[in-house]
């Protein structure tokens, strides 16, 4: 997301939480997903500190960035192995 465009999200998000304005909402689907314990840490990170309602909220903000600003080569041909050997997974920023 260009800072334009993330400057806009960001000031439709803050006008939404205070009530200031309605996102366009749309019929939303229940899915179940399996997610590793740090992965749903990391959803609870964004959750607070971007003041989402959800970790549903914030998953669905990382899918549409893959819609919408993503490079799906880059995201899906390149093997991270975050868990391998010593790899602990997500990390809470200090």
């Keep these: 997301m260009n800072s334009l465009s993330q400057e806009c999200y960001h000031e439709r998000v803050k006008q939404f939480n205070q009530g200031q304005h309605t996102m366009a909402m ?3 689907t229940t899915m179940e997903v399996e997610l590793h ?3 749903v840490e990391m959803l609870e990170y964004a959750k607070e500190t971007y003041g989402f309602r959800s970790t549903s909220k914030a998953l669905r903000v990382i ?3 893959m819609v919408a600003d993503a490079d799906w080569e880059e ?3 390149n093997q991270r192995c975050l868990r391998c050997g ?3 997974g997500w990390q809470r920023p200090e």
């Design 75 to 77: 995201v899906f041909m």
């Design 26 to 28: 749309s019929k939303k």
């Design 37 to 39: 314990q740090d992965t």
């Design 86 to 88: 010593s790899g602990q």
């Design 63 to 65: 899918l549409d960035y």
